[in-house]
């Protein structure tokens, strides 16, 4: 087997969103932004949205409406808009002023040294976070960059995978997609036969689904470096 093409994910993977979140909910319901955070991903995004309303996966005011229920709280506005407003800055500084986690450039250096072809596959704000990151270090590291805008598709869909593949005249088996979210990042790059290494920093539950169970699994960004040797 021998990998060319890298789709790499970018937030939770290269761009520490967590730790941007958790700075900007720090203190709302009396919480901690890390407690708060967690609630918000696992428990409302990844539970609730995207196993009962992927339709509303980017409705920020609905996640907040399904917080408060959480929470038990009654909702309140003021407050939903709040982090409403928390999510848009945290959006930004994703893309002008990224906190990039410790291993995320020796690892593009790495691939790149490797000759491997990097596609940018995010959600959205593809052109931004690539310009940023050459700004920060001066190189280009993606040879193209996609995202929903730009192909029109939502990355949970598998058509989102074959249009990159169909676009970069890349081959499903010598392409692997790199990413945190099982439902973006491994289930359609699975269906659409491409291998997939799922980024666990946080030492997630394994999925249950098999159509979501990674090729390969890791911790830290750097040792996909090892896989891909592995791999040829």
Not at 50 to 64: K, P, S
Not at 164 to 186: A, F, K, M, Q, Y
Request: charged share 30%; aromatic share 10%; with cysteine.
């Amino acid at each position: 087997m021998m990998i060319k093409t890298i789709l790499m994910d970018y937030d939770s993977t290269l761009h520490d969103m967590d730790t941007a979140m958790e700075l900007k909910l720090d203190g709302i319901f009396g919480l901690s932004g890390k407690e708060l955070y967690k609630i918000w991903v696992y428990e409302i995004h990844r539970r609730k949205i995207h196993q009962e309303y992927l339709h509303r996966h980017d409705d920020v005011m609905f996640h907040c409406k399904l917080l408060f229920d959480c929470l038990g709280k009654p909702f309140n506005d003021e407050t939903a808009k709040n982090i409403c407003n928390k999510f848009e800055e945290a959006k930004n500084q994703a893309k002008f002023e990224p906190i990039y986690y410790p291993e995320t450039i020796k690892t593009l250096e790495k691939l790149k040294e490797r000759n491997y072809s990097i596609y940018l596959s995010t959600g959205d704000d593809a052109k931004e976070k690539a310009e940023t990151l050459e700004r920060i270090t001066g190189k280009k590291y993606f040879s193209y960059i996609f995202s929903e805008s730009i192909l029109g598709v939502l990355k949970t869909e598998t058509k989102y995978y074959e249009r990159v593949l169909e676009i970069t005249s890349s081959i499903p088996s010598e392409s692997v997609s790199v990413g945190d979210t099982p439902l973006s990042d491994i289930r359609p790059a699975k269906l659409a036969g491409i291998h997939t290494i799922w980024v666990n920093r946080v030492n997630e539950p394994r999925p249950e689904e098999p159509d979501q169970v990674p090729d390969f699994e890791v911790d830290n960004l750097i040792q996909i470096v090892d896989i891909m040797d592995s791999l040829g």
